[in-house]
């Protein structure tokens, strides 16, 4: 079990326009989810927290209003980047919480998704 | 404060042992957590520890001391798909994962 997705896995496109990035959880339930940025040989950046519902908690100095997230149900997440530039171009990873997966009481690991790379041209 | 750190870079022989050390500063504490990514890809869960002492899932164990802010990541019986960068991140009061920079582990046959 476990298993979280992320469509698309590569995108290109122009600057200016907005982009769409959807995670979704396949086999379990996940009231929160995580959104992560991570540059060449860097590690992962927080950027966002996705709680079902509800507004996500941003990190600082992460712009909301050009990372939108919304957490619509309880196995989809999505992150949209309006009017990317190059400087956005990255590694995005969501990550989602199963709260009903415990193998040796781990019931805080976060289970990641395959990852989306953005290159914004 | 918080802080993490590991090592940025270790190289070591197909079919030896290897230790990935990560210390680290915080007040509040949920366990430790090491994950391994292959270039290009996200991170898989590799182990958890809350409590002092050793666990071990086959090839990889995972140590922990709490009272001094230390793991360690071991590594038997190297294999070359063992290269990749090693993550560690422990969990702090409001249940955030801070990530360590990763170690990048290149193994050599």
């Known amino acids: 079990g476990a298993v979280v997705s992320q469509h698309p896995s590569w995108v290109i496109c122009k600057s200016g326009t907005s982009v769409k990035i959807e995670c979704r959880s396949l086999d379990f339930q996940a009231t929160t989810m995580f959104w992560y940025r991570q540059f060449p040989k860097q590690s992962l950046m927080l950027m966002a927290t996705s709680n079902e519902g509800s507004k996500a908690t941003y990190e600082q100095g992460v712009e909301k209003d050009k990372f939108l997230i919304n957490h619509a149900s309880l196995t989809l997440s999505t992150l949209t980047v309006t009017s990317a530039h190059p400087e956005d171009s990255s590694f995005y990873i969501c990550?989602?919480?199963?709260?009903?997966?415990?193998?040796?009481?781990?019931?805080?690991?976060?289970?990641f998704g395959p990852g989306t790379r953005l290159l914004v041209l | 404060g918080q802080n993490i750190d590991q090592p940025t870079e270790m190289t070591a022989t197909e079919g030896a042992i290897v230790q990935i050390n990560c210390t680290y500063q915080t007040s509040g504490f949920n366990g430790l957590f090491w994950y391994q990514q292959h270039a290009g890809e996200a991170p898989t869960f590799l182990s958890y520890?809350?409590l002092d002492g050793l666990e071990e899932k086959g090839r990889f164990s995972s140590f922990l001391s709490r009272s001094k802010g230390y793991s360690y990541l071991l590594l038997k019986e190297l294999q070359m798909k063992d290269s990749a960068s090693y993550l560690c991140?422990?969990?702090?009061?409001?249940?955030?994962?801070?990530w360590g920079a990763g170690t990048k582990l290149i193994i050599k046959p």
């Open positions: 520890n809350v």
């Open positions: 991140a422990f969990m702090d009061s409001n249940y955030q994962l801070i």
């Open positions: 990550s989602a919480k199963n709260p009903g997966y415990r193998t040796s009481s781990v019931q805080e690991t976060q289970y």
